[in-house]
C-alpha cells in the first residue's frame, strides 16, 4: 500500500511566483487495484504521480510504501515500511528503478535508437547481465505483437505503436507498481481500449497501477476500483468502487 499524510508541494516558496501544486492531500492507495486521479489540466494530478513515484520530494507532509523489498532492505518478515519523504536520494533512485514503471503523456522514447534499444535503457543501471534483459526485452516485444519492430527506429512508429513500447519499456524492470499519466492522451478511441486492455491483464498479474486522466474511457472503466477526482491541487471526491 502507499500512503499520503497531509502532502504538500510548493514550488518558488516565499517568492511572487509561489504556486501550490498539491495541497494537503491525505489517501491510501490499495495494492495490485487500479486508481485512477481525475481531473482538468492544472488539477495536479501529475504532481502528485510524481511524488508517489519518488521523482520529486513533497514540501510537507509523509509518503509511505509499505511491504517494499530493496537491496538495502533489513532482514525480517519482509514486510518493510519506507517513509520515502525521509530516505536520502540515493536510495530513492532504487526504489524508482526496482517498484516503478512509468510510462509519460508524451511517451519521451528516444529517436535515433531501436525500439528495443529504448525497452532496455531503464535496466542497464541494475548491473543484471546484458543477455538477461536482453532476453526480458524481447519477450516483452513478442508480448505486445512488436517482435518485427525490434531493430525499428522509434520514429518510424504509429501511434499505437509508440504506445505499447512505452508500456513494455516500463515493464522491463518487473516493477510492482505502474504508473501511467495521461496515457491515452494522443489515441484515439480504439487504441484508448486496446491500452484498456493491457492494463486489464497487467492487472489480473497483481500490478498496482495509478493512472492519471481525464478520459471516460478510463475513469469510467470497471477496471478501476477507486476514482479520485483533485482541482487546484486538492482532492474534492473519492468513489470506491471496491
Not at 37 to 65: D, F
Not at 71 to 87: A, Y
Not at 192 to 219: R, Y
Request: with cysteine; proline share 4%; net charge negative.
Amino acid at each position: 500500500m502507499i500512503s499520503l499524510a497531509h502532502v504538500t508541494k510548493t514550488y518558488n516558496a516565499g517568492k511572487s511566483n509561489q504556486f501550490t501544486a498539491v495541497d494537503d492531500v491525505s489517501i491510501d492507495i490499495r495494492p495490485r487495484e487500479l486508481t485512477v486521479l481525475k481531473g482538468p489540466s492544472g488539477s495536479g494530478k501529475t504532481t502528485l504521480l510524481s511524488l508517489i513515484g519518488c521523482m520529486i520530494r513533497p514540501s510537507s507532509g509523509r509518503i509511505v510504501l509499505h511491504n517494499m523489498r530493496t537491496s538495502f532492505s533489513q532482514e525480517g518478515d519482509g514486510k518493510e515500511l519506507f517513509d520515502i519523504t525521509s530516505l536520502p536520494e540515493r536510495f530513492l533512485t532504487e526504489i524508482r528503478r526496482t517498484t516503478f514503471g512509468f510510462i509519460f503523456q508524451q511517451f519521451n522514447l528516444i529517436k535515433g535508437i531501436s525500439v528495443l534499444e529504448n525497452i532496455l535503457l531503464p535496466a542497464y543501471p541494475t548491473g543484471e547481465s546484458h543477455a538477461e534483459f536482453k532476453k526480458r526485452g524481447e519477450e516483452l516485444l513478442e508480448l505486445f505483437n512488436m517482435k518485427r519492430h525490434a531493430a525499428s527506429r522509434t520514429d518510424w512508429l504509429s501511434g499505437g505503436e509508440l504506445q505499447r513500447v512505452a508500456i513494455a519499456r516500463a515493464l522491463i524492470n518487473n516493477p510492482s507498481i505502474l504508473i501511467a499519466d495521461e496515457p491515452t492522451a494522443h489515441l484515439d478511441t480504439k487504441l484508448s481500449q486496446e491500452f484498456m486492455e493491457i492494463i486489464a491483464d497487467l492487472k489480473a498479474e497483481g500490478k498496482t497501477i495509478l493512472i492519471a486522466s481525464h478520459d471516460p474511457l478510463v475513469f469510467d472503466s470497471p477496471l478501476a476500483e477507486t476514482v479520485v477526482e483533485m482541482r487546484d491541487g486538492r482532492i474534492t471526491a473519492q468513489g470506491d468502487k471496491a
